[in-house]
């Protein structure tokens, strides 16, 4: 059932309450009225902090949607502060003393709002299941890393905000309410948020039943902010509602079944070694032959795939794709059920030796309970030294790997390695000799804090991570050749992406997680198969294709929806849109367009990546929707 479906009573019924009943109460109780002007100052306070959510964000809202927002702004500053008045409402019941108790929790209060206001404006996201996920799997800090700068500036707004909230509570509020018009004061306070919030829910519902997008707007700018619906009432009245715009995305239910059949090779299956590459943000207009010489002389040498997309905007859900050839929506079934790649599983039964080579702990994501849960010491993700060093000591140690292979005279079994790149990652660190881009920052020196307030700071990160990436391209290039004096590069597919890509202000985002604008989601992608030709690929492809492409080359004779939402890049039939995966959103991109699928409606993208309208060619049709949806739910059980 979906959110808006429910009529959110809690949240209409309490902040009536108050406005009815609470301002009169404050009024006439002088350690009442403290602590009511308390709420009111704090609510002001939370106002101004969800103006930084607002503000530079297109809301989508126009008409009387746009003549409401402001006082949803208000209402649901009002509604936020509720939990911190509450506390020190009981507290002041117990003690008859309100004062320093309620600086405290209104501080911190305000303190975690003005957190959630610099994760949106960095990653267009509140606090949700994918933060929990950073700030309580094992190994995030490890990809995670704020950096001095960051941590500076945040203890010194966090002291600021709590001093403020001490200071409001001990010395403002009381010389407020003891004024001859402190009691007139509260009254208008309540009255004008009871009339905002009557104003903005009935708004909202009514347009609700035309229109779904504004509510869903409100509730992924705001935050928590829950809209009033009376669709179903207004149904049940004979009101012909306006329907939702998204599909029922497919739950994850059951199990996950994947493969459907076990695969079946063929007598002469080829067997060849195989390297998967994959770079940490590699957007697909990094690999330039000044940027990234190494990739690009790779790419001219094998299948350069030119429209290219990951299975997420972010690591886990692009790796899950490379190593499951399944959407990403699968994912959180398959961490449930700890299940390891049936790709890695199927090369085992084959005898395939197993390298897994990663800059960064693969707790976070938590590949070693999945994909690589078969594995143990085989998987090398721990380094020594510092942490810019990494990529080249992983680079040191694939080519061990090689040079050890070749000590062993008569070794048949063929491997496979997988080298995870991670200096792109923020803060783009990189060696003196690879600063190819002059920047005033230096490696490292990358201040969330700030940025979150001044985005327009974004485009001066972007030389760094070229930076970073042209000292990645080296590391390449090191393992790539090593194959070709090995002797082995003849005898060895390799696979080269990113595992998402990376976005400096040019839609309005910054780093990758929260959008799937090309700058997040399309990746350049490489190909080598032993024995092929070279070629340039225009059409999509997705890292749910590399599987069946290889399988099917190899002999595996199965039909790829056994076992793969993928397609084989050499068959004729090619896809006219991927799908990726976020962890809120569901994304269908094709060549013309972008939709993008909420709990509560859908957004259409042009070419452009600007709003689309309903007459727009390059929206998706019914068919290519239903395959989506069929995609989503095949591998369930």
Same mark, same amino acid.
């Not at 943000?281 to 002389?297: C, E, H, I, K, Q």
């Not at 790709?343 to 005898?351: H, K, T, Y």
């Not at 709003?611 to 395959?627: F, K, L, N, Q």
């Given at each position: 059932m979906h959110a808006q479906h429910l009529v959110k009573t809690p949240v209409v019924i309490i902040p009536v309450i108050a406005g009815s009943t609470g301002a009169p109460l404050c009024a006439a109780v002088p350690g009442w009225r403290d602590l009511g002007v308390v709420y009111l100052v704090n609510t002001g306070i939370t106002v101004l902090l969800e103006l930084g959510c607002v503000l530079g964000v297109p809301t989508g !809202?126009?008409?009387?949607?746009?003549?409401? #927002?402001p006082a949803a702004i208000l209402s649901q500053a009002a509604f936020l502060n509720l939990v911190p008045g509450l506390v020190a409402a009981v507290w002041f019941l117990w003690r008859r003393k309100a004062g320093l108790l309620a600086g405290l929790v209104f501080g911190l209060f305000q303190v975690a709002l003005l957190a959630d206001v610099a994760i949106f404006r960095l990653f267009r996201r509140h606090f949700d299941g994918l933060i929990w996920n950073v700030l309580t799997t094992p190994g995030a800090s490890d990809s995670v890393r704020p950096g001095s700068g960051t941590i500076i500036t945040t203890a010194v707004a966090l002291a600021a905000m709590l001093?403020?909230? #001490?200071?409001?509570?001990?010395?403002?509020?009381?010389? /407020?309410?003891?004024? $001859?018009?402190?009691?007139r004061l509260l009254k208008t306070g309540f009255g004008l948020i009871l009339v905002c919030l009557v104003l903005e829910r009935a708004t909202f519902a009514v347009v609700g039943l035309y229109d779904a997008a504004p509510g869903g707007c409100l509730r992924e700018t705001l935050p928590f902010y829950q809209p009033l619906t009376i669709k179903r009432l207004a149904r049940g009245l004979g009101f012909k509602a306006h329907p939702l715009a998204a599909p029922a995305? =497919?739950?994850?239910?059951?199990?996950?079944?994947?493969?459907? !059949?076990?695969?079946?090779?063929?007598?002469?299956? +080829?067997?060849?070694?195989?390297?998967?590459?994959?770079?940490?943000?590699?957007?697909?207009?990094?690999?330039?032959?000044?940027? !990234? =010489?190494?990739?690009?002389?790779?790419?001219?040498?094998?299948?350069?795939l030119q429209n290219h997309y990951s299975t997420g905007n972010e690591t886990l859900f692009g790796i899950f794709g490379l190593f499951y050839s399944l959407h990403g929506t699968y994912w959180n079934k398959v961490l449930a059920q700890q299940k390891p790649?049936?790709?890695?599983?199927?090369?085992?039964?084959?005898?395939?030796?197993?390298?897994?080579? *990663?800059?960064?702990?693969?707790n976070f994501p938590q590949f070693r309970q999945t994909a690589f849960r078969n594995l143990g010491s085989e998987i090398l993700d721990k380094w020594d030294g510092a942490h810019v060093d990494r990529d080249r000591h992983m680079t040191d140690a694939f080519m061990q790997f090689l040079d050890q292979r070749k000590q062993q005279p008569g070794l048949a079994s063929p491997f496979f390695c997988f080298l995870f790149y991670d200096a792109t990652h923020q803060p783009y660190e990189h060696p003196p000799q690879d600063a190819l881009l002059p920047s005033r920052f230096k490696p490292g020196q990358l201040n969330y804090a700030r940025l979150a307030f001044s985005p327009s700071l974004a485009i001066e990160f972007k030389n760094l991570y070229l930076n970073s990436m042209h000292y990645v391209d080296r590391q390449i290039g090191r393992a790539v050749e090593h194959l070709r004096q090995s002797g082995d590069?003849?005898?060895?597919?390799?696979? /080269?992406?990113?595992?998402?890509?990376? @976005? #400096?202000? @040019?839609?309005?985002?910054f780093g990758h997680i929260s959008d799937f604008s090309p700058f997040q989601a399309h990746t350049f992608g490489v190909l080598r198969l032993p024995g092929e030709d070279p070629k340039i690929i225009t059409n999509l492809t997705s890292h749910v294709d590399f599987e069946p492409t290889v399988l099917t080359w190899m002999g595996v004779t199965n039909a790829v929806e056994d076992y793969s939402t993928g397609v084989p890049i050499q068959k004729a039939e090619t896809r006219s849109?991927?799908?990726?995966?976020?962890?809120?959103?569901?994304?269908?991109? +094709?060549?013309? $367009?972008?939709?993008? #699928? /909420?709990?509560?409606?859908? $957004?259409?993208?042009? $070419?452009?990546?600007? =709003?689309?309208? *309903?007459?727009?060619?390059?929206?998706?049709?019914?068919?290519?929707?239903?395959?989506?949806?069929?995609e989503m739910r095949r591998f369930y059980r």
């Open positions: !809202m126009c008409g009387v949607s746009a003549y409401a #927002f001093g403020v909230a #001490f200071w409001v509570a001990a010395v403002l509020a009381p010389r /407020l309410a003891s004024r $001859s018009w402190g009691g995305l =497919p739950g994850a239910r059951g199990s996950v079944v994947a493969p459907k !059949m076990p695969l079946r090779p063929v007598t002469s299956l +080829k067997r060849p070694n195989i390297v998967l590459i994959a770079v940490e943000g590699g957007r697909w207009d990094a690999l330039t032959d000044s940027v !990234m =010489p190494n990739a690009s002389r790779l790419a001219r040498e094998a299948w350069w790649s049936p790709w890695l599983d199927f090369l085992a039964g084959q005898n395939y030796e197993f390298r897994i080579f *990663s800059c960064t702990d693969l590069l003849d005898q060895t597919v390799i696979i /080269l992406v990113g595992d998402h890509g990376e @976005e #400096f202000g @040019e839609c309005g985002r849109a991927v799908v990726v995966a976020g962890w809120q959103k569901t994304a269908l991109i +094709k060549l013309e $367009s972008t939709t993008i #699928f /909420l709990q509560s409606h859908t $957004s259409y993208l042009n $070419s452009h990546y600007e =709003p689309a309208g *309903s007459g727009d060619p390059g929206r998706p049709t019914a068919s290519e929707i239903a395959r989506m949806l069929d």
